[in-house]
């Protein structure tokens, strides 16, 4: 998939094969996807089998944590914009628009994408984890 091999270098572990590896990086189920920095800081982690749009939200969500981690929030929004509305239906949007906020929050230092993402979080997702967590930041 021209996605991956665009932006990542996968490595495949089985766990018959080399269960010390397995082991080593504390995966719990298969398959386990773990997105780490070259250094080997692990920036994002998910397991189980998904649908194919499930499975490329929860890649380009891991890619949008992986660059707020880093302290590029500019780059983090965009990434978590385009979990949100790429994979709109996805689990991974509802995270992505709060962390969208957060991000540009960051970025600025202004409250008012926080109010905007807790706003858009009550209409979209009302009934997501996310939208209990930023039921604070709405008036």
Known sequence: ?????????????????????????????????????????????????????????????GLAKAAFSRGQFDEAQRGFEAVASQYPQSDAAPEAVYWSAVSQYKATGKPEPLQQGGKRLREKYPQSEWAKKSSVWVN
């Open 1 to 61: 998939m021209k996605f991956i091999s665009e932006r990542f270098i996968p490595v495949k572990i089985h766990i018959k094969e080399r269960p010390q590896d397995f082991g080593r990086f504390k995966a719990e189920w298969t398959p386990t996807l773990i997105l780490s920095e070259a250094d080997g800081t692990e920036r994002f982690r998910f397991s189980g089998f998904l649908p194919e749009n499930d499975f490329l939200a929860q890649l380009q969500l």
